[in-house]
Structures are given as structure tokens and as C-alpha cells.
């Protein structure tokens, strides 16, 4: 290994909504001489800024993120900067969020009980090329993606919704208002309610409490937002 090598540092964004934790993320990893936080995010919409503007060689990304949220940032960042890592830190363990987040283009997945030393493992296993899970993921889903084979799922409504469809799907299940969405969004506010009246008759849904709850049951928003 050459000196250039040896002192190399590895470019870090985090993605995180909470204050607290982003610091903490912060100060353990700019602990390590390696690694430098070069960017933090609060949504995914200021993630995917970050990373189209300071091009990081990873970023930690949290999937509950308001507005913007975790897995369409992922999708995002993937298009814009492909050679961007991405490791997904959550508390969300089932296969179905460890699937989407994968399918949309994660490089590893750990949870947010991991110690201090497995987070260290995940960063540098992702900085390196191979893919990292966190040991409590089940066996069936480390199978499935570490070798290679894609389990079949059955497709749900959500694969109907494009995009755009699934990002104004969050944010209307998120209570903000079609003039609130179509500013953070810079679209018209009739381009809001076409895609929203899409979006109910592709899910076939009637109320916008009909789709706050489809969306908590689907992992688009958690319960506390």
C-alpha cells in the first residue's frame, strides 16, 4: 500500500432527520483517521443535493426520512452518482424494507442497535465493495442478495405508482397540503391533484385517511410522523 493510499479519507454524508443522532453519528465516525464527514441531510430531498454537489464516496442514509423519503432518495442518488456507496441505517428489520431498499440500490443494511464495531465493519465492507447486512437480517434475505439470487415477490399496488407518484403519495400521507407540496416539489398545485387523483384510483382509495394508512402499513411513513 502506498503513502497516498495510507492517507486516504473517505468522503461521508449522513442522512438523518434526528439532531441527536446525526451528532452522534458524527463524532464516532469522524473518530476514525479514515473517515471524513464532508455532508449532513435532515430529508431525502437535501440527501440527494448532498451527494449531486460533494460527491461522497458514502452516505449513511436513514429510510424514515420526512418529505423525501429514505428508499426514493436511494433511487436518486443511484441515477446521479452511481459510484456514491450506500448504507441504509434503520430500525426497520422486516424483508420487506430490507428488499425495497436493496432493489432501489443499497450497498449494505445495518440497524440502528448495532454496536459501535459493526457499524465500522458496515462503513468499510461497503467503502470496499462488498455487501454488508446486518447479522439479526434473516438468513433467507442474505442468501438471496449476498450471492446474487433475487427472491420472487409478489407485486404490490405500489409497483403501479411511478416516482413522482410515490414521492407525492408520502407527502400527502405526511399532511402537507397540495400548495405546501407543489412548492417543495416546484411543480403547479394542479399538477399535485393530478397525481394524487392518480395515485387514489390506482391504490383504489377514497380519502386522504385511507392513504395516511396505507402508507404506515406499507413502511412509506412510520406512525410517528
Known sequence: MDVAEKLRKYRIVIAEDYTIVREGLRSLLSSYPDFEIVGEAED??????CVERL?????LMDLSLPRTDGMTAIKEIKYRSPE???LVLTVHKTEGYVRRALEAGANGYILKDANYNQLETAVRCVLNGTPYLSPDISDGIIKGYLLGVKHSAPGTRLSTLTPR???IFKLVAEGYKSRDIAD???ISV???DKHRANIMKKLGLHSVAELTK???REGLTPLDR
Do not use: H, S
Open 214 to 216: 396505507y402508507a404506515i
Open 190 to 192: 394542479n399538477t399535485v
Open 55 to 59: 460527491k461522497p464516496d458514502l452516505i
Open 184 to 186: 417543495y416539489l416546484c
Open 165 to 167: 407518484e410515490l414521492e
Open 84 to 86: 456514491t456507496k450506500i
Open 44 to 49: 431525502g430531498r437535501e440527501a440527494i443535493q
